[in-house]
């Protein structure tokens, strides 16, 4: 794409931002919470590529006056200064370019939802469920130190230790948009705690990583819900197997049924289910863009077959291996301790890269 190329798109861009800031403050609007929560996102999600046409068009402006006043200037000293400029200003170009590409690149509208986790145990036996257990540390620990904020709605614990299934709630800012990339298959290489003999076993378990459905995305109706209510297993302190405080929610148009039971509160556990419920079915419409996607680009798994495995955790070798973008690094104790940002960023890094592929500025 020529600069003129990329300023005209990016000053159609502005005036579409101005347009949206108008709107934002109109009386109309306001009272509108839909339209008006919808159009703040839009103005936040187009405030940076904005920052970055200004700087942009600011570098080509300067190169534009530096270039006339070499051509019009007799003094040797100004001509100097002139040239020195556009030396610089000319090495910031490409830089620019390149930072407006990747913000020019449509985000996915699900990015700064927050998410629910599930961990199941998969092949492997006890040993399945303790591997899911230690993802599950794992992605809270990361969780902590990203100040986000986790709930867990349902348990369902190994006999050996850890989970068979365990689903949790992520909070924060821009969560879907970091945690996508670790939906698939896990497979762990280690000897067993429940080995005799030292041998080293492959165990799995899945990860699905969903969008959160805010309120307004998905509309649903009270003769379409089952609910039952049961008494609580697992932690819970006294009112364990006392009261009828866990929620069991059934959506018959779809069969979805989604359990919760983290919370004393039948009050609270429901409101925890209906979001949840509410999420698994925006899901089914959301998969068919993601199954779209998936079939062009190949770095995020998570993006397609979620049985599909996307990364070993071997422990002899202290080795993990993202399959997807043939990544190894040696500090296993690191990642099962939540350090995963690494691996992420080069998730993120090698899909953008593919997108910009996918783009028309790539070529033009």
């Known amino acids: 794409m020529s600069k003129n190329m990329l300023l005209e798109k990016l000053e159609a861009i502005k005036i579409k931002f101005d347009s949206v800031a108008e709107q934002i403050a109109d009386p109309k609007v306001i009272g509108d919470m839909k339209r008006y929560i919808q159009l703040n996102k839009e103005y936040k999600e187009m405030e940076p590529l904005i920052e970055a046409y200004k700087n942009y068009s600011n570098v080509i402006s300067n ?8 051509s019009e200037e007799a003094d040797e000293e100004l001509k100097s200064m002139a040239k020195e400029d556009i030396e ?15 913000l020019l690149i449509p985000k996915d509208p699900e990015d700064d939802k927050n ?47 850890g989970y068979k299934e365990i689903v949790f709630t992520v909070e924060g800012n821009g969560v879907y948009g970091v945690l996508k990339y670790e939906s698939g298959v896990h497979r762990v290489q280690r000897v067993p705690q429940t080995e005799t003999q030292g041998r080293v ?10 969008p959160e459905a805010e309120d307004f995305d998905i509309e649903l109706k009270a003769d379409d819900i089952r609910k039952d209510t049961y008494c609580s297993s697992g932690p819970g302190g006294q009112s364990v197997n006392t ?3 866990a929620i069991r929610l059934t959506h018959n148009p779809t069969g979805i049924v989604v359990t919760c039971q983290d919370q004393k509160s039948q009050i ?26 998936s079939s062009k680009r190949k770095t995020m798994v998570s993006t397609g077959d979620r049985s599909a495995k996307i990364r070993t955790y071997n422990y002899p070798q202290g080795r993990v291996t993202d399959h997807r973008i043939n990544y190894t690094a040696y ?34």
């Open 63 to 70: 190169i534009e006056s530096s270039k006339k006043m070499l």
């Open 88 to 102: 610089e200003l000319t090495q910031q170009v490409p830089i620019l370019e390149e930072e407006i590409k990747i």
């Open 115 to 161: 998410c629910i986790v599930e961990i199941r145990a998969g092949s492997g036996g006890d040993e399945a469920s303790i591997f899911a257990g230690d993802l599950s540390r794992m992605y809270m620990k990361f969780c902590e130190t990203k100040g986000w904020k986790v709930s867990i709605s349902n348990i369902s614990e190994g006999t050996s230790g």
């Open 201 to 210: 076993h492959t165990s799995a378990a899945s990860v699905a990583v969903l």
């Open 243 to 245: 009261t009828y405080s």
């Open 268 to 293: 609270k556990n429901l409101d925890k289910a209906m979001k949840e419920l509410r999420s698994r079915i925006y899901n089914l419409e959301y998969q068919k863009y993601i199954d779209e996607i």
């Open 331 to 364: 500090n296993l104790p690191f990642v099962m301790n939540g350090d995963i940002t690494e691996i992420i960023d080069k998730l993120i890094v090698a899909e953008n890269t593919e997108r910009l592929k996918e783009s028309s500025f790539e070529d033009a």
